[in-house]
């Protein structure tokens, strides 16, 4: 059974602080997916990562997939009350069989 | 555009009653999914499909069944409906390695 672990599992912070979520498995994924929920609203993707070693950029966003594609962080620069929410990451073995982390629910106080 | 639309947004079921949510894209994507998603959790695959006429199991399929006849819809069904499955869930479609697009979630509480 493929099993996804974040951590931690809730963070409040104040605005302008830097965060980090992590996301690990013993599995390999071929692709790792970051979604963020707000209530009442369904996951909404933030960004892919398909090869080991990779970092993205959104802003103050950087997303990183181990070198082994087992793992993902999330690192949040100057955070701001706009980016509460439930911070998920989703990892694909290619088989479109898509499994979801345990979440990170952030609260950012302005 | 519509996107992937669920229905209803709200039920309450006693226990023992079934019900079908229903899960309609108009993306003409060929995979589909029905996730639940506990208070303060994250999401559980309940069953996938990756066309019509194909089902499979995901993590959590007990209590539950689907059906794809169409590459429209699909369709979750509760035959006897137990407290254990009060729920938030989500149904996503996606298209070869895009993105999963989610509905907005169908609340279900079983009493």
């Known amino acids: 059974t493929q099993l996804l672990e974040q951590s931690p599992q809730f963070l409040s912070i104040q605005e302008g602080e830097n965060l980090t979520v992590y996301c690990n498995s013993s599995?390999?994924?071929?692709?790792l997916q970051w979604y963020r929920q707000e209530p009442g609203e369904g996951p909404v993707l933030l960004v892919t990562?398909?090869?080991?070693?990779e970092v993205k950029k959104l802003k103050r966003l950087t997303f990183q997939f181990g070198d082994a594609r087992k793992d993902s962080s999330l690192h949040i620069t100057a955070a701001q009350p706009g980016d509460t929410g439930l911070y998920l990451c989703?990892?694909?073995?290619?088989?479109?069989?898509?499994?979801f982390g345990t979440g990170t629910r952030l609260k950012v106080l302005a | 555009n519509a996107g992937v639309t669920q229905t209803p947004k709200f039920r309450i079921l006693k226990i023992g009653q079934s019900m079908t949510l229903q899960c309609t894209q108009d993306?003409?994507?060929?995979?589909m999914y029905w996730y639940r998603q506990d208070p303060g959790m994250g999401l559980k695959l309940i069953y996938y499909?990756?066309?019509?006429?194909?089902?499979d199991k995901g993590e959590v399929p007990n209590g539950y069944n689907v059906s794809r006849s169409t590459t429209e819809d699909f369709p979750l069904r509760l035959e006897l409906a137990a407290p254990s499955q009060t729920s938030v869930y989500f149904c996503?479609?996606?298209?070869?390695?895009?993105?999963?697009?989610f509905g907005n979630g169908t609340r279900l509480t079983v009493t």
């Open positions: 996503a479609s996606s298209q070869g390695n895009s993105p999963l697009h």
């Open positions: 599995s390999v994924f071929s692709s």
């Open positions: 990562v398909v090869t080991g070693g």
């Open positions: 989703a990892g694909n073995s290619g088989t479109y069989k898509y499994i």
């Open positions: 993306m003409n994507h060929n995979y």
């Open positions: 499909s990756v066309g019509a006429g194909i089902t």
